[in-house]
């Protein structure tokens, strides 16, 4: 039964969207956050905000004709986005993991006027990491660190049952330094994490080492599927089939998600670490055991480590999170 | 006045003593916290924890004497200690910078006994951050990351106005990795903040320098002064006579300090860092200018990086900050 006593459950169903750097996820949920409708979309690489703005419109609407409404009929709609998220002005501005995307861009109206439903803004990692906390692996935990390995890489905190936000921007932990004077990173800076770890920075790295003479399979594979990013997927099958460079490069990549998560639990020792995003959620439980083992040797209380888990929400987190930002959640 | 309707006001005056690897300081303190008395001898670097504890002793009570007062006058003190504290079990284990310290050992009431009045133990970084916090140059804000640059590299944090502990060892800053593979640290582990930037580590670290051949004055210096230990003051004193050994090693601590501080703000996002510790306060005003220089290349959000302060309470603080564990503070 819905709040206004209406008993047509569509008016109580909610969507909501994750902005990736490589795919657009779109999911409709009902009242307990369960999913009754799915879309995902890759993102666009070219035409800028306006372009990925229509897409995420496109695998939304896709998302609520498999739920069986029409968007205008949803309670409405949330968004994760990357970049600087300004949820009062439902602007998003240099969202550095997407094409073209550094002036603050309408997309909570823009979204709004197509889809015919209240559009509401958060923080892509943020929406994911209290998913996880409220329905997810972080159930059972006062405090944890949310890693999301994907393009970037994000994290998030929940200190003592609470979003730890800092001044706004707290959790950049891709750009904590695992290697002073180390490999150069999207953000410009060097030695951050998200320099060895970060797909976006790793797609960088194995394309440098392409120029200079080194082979691989990643980028034809990438080929093979009409692809012009290297996604998860496409990491994960040059794995399979023991691509040295791929190896290598995820190798690094695991070395310094254990390190930096180290660091961060010895500043904060928090419960429990929560590992999602692309890369996260595609490798899943072996490579978890991999970043928990690379943790250990880093770890200042190595006796009595946080626990750690995959992401429970899976690919659709971020996408579930996004929707609880629209009031009308739960009973 | 007294709580207890006497006029006699020494009744109502505590101590606190803050043990350090190189140094014990003791102080008095009034209700409002302001030092009526203090003193400071060198750590003992034999005899283990009891001639520590002896010499804790015997420092408090040179303090109460100044003060007029003698110890068993005292409402309690407070002791703010490195290692593994228990404050309900009276004990300290673990005290890694302190030599022969590892089992537990039961300091309050071994201190209780000789000064005859109540001993409280808490964390030494905790309580020179709440001091700074509530005294000093951490009351404009909500949220800070203290950094103790001492014997080792402590660091403690305030979130919101709350001391944040996590599972009870949190602000392990100095074990941040700046340096994947890098120097070997004292806790055992490689590429730590504090394997650069600890006193006791650099001095590990000049020793096998000088032993490879390379020439200072750090420890002619050290002898002159008839100390075993390199203490803040010698390593001033080496800068101060442009001894290039120690120049390096302090420009590389200040790099690691930088690194390791940028990647805590990257993740907390707080409001105000403050630099104390027995290096931080000896070096001052100009050395904390260059490590929040030394940060900004590794600031994620450069353009509004955090207020960045020099212990205000100096070398105090720390005891004033154990003084603060004794009930009674205030009004």
Redesign the interface.
Known sequence: MSADGRQDGTRRLRGGIDLGGTKIQAVIVDPDNEPVGQARHPTPTRGGPAAVAAEMAATLTEAARAAGVATSDLVGVGVGSPGEVDPSEGTVAEARNLTDWTDPYPLAAELGRVLGTPVQLGNDVDVAVRAEFELGAGKPYK?LLGVFWGTGVG?G?I?DGRQ??????????G????????RRCT?G????MEAYAGRLAMELYARKLVKQGKSTKLFKIAKEQNRDRLTSGIWARAIEAKDKLAIQLIDEAI??LG??V???I??????AIVIGGGLGVRFGEPYAKRIERAMK??L??DD?PPAVHLAALGDLGGAIGAALLVAGSGS
């Not at 750009?175 to 180390?182: A, E, I, L, N, T």
């Not at 800076?189 to 951050?192: H, Q, T």
């Open positions: 405090s994290g905190l200190l730890w936000d800092g001044r706004g921007s707290a959790g950049e932990i750009h904590m330094v695992v290697k002073q004077g180390g953000c800076r060097k030695g951050c070395g310094a390190t930096g180290a660091s961060a010895n500043l904060l020792d928090v419960e040797p880093h200042f209380l009595r």
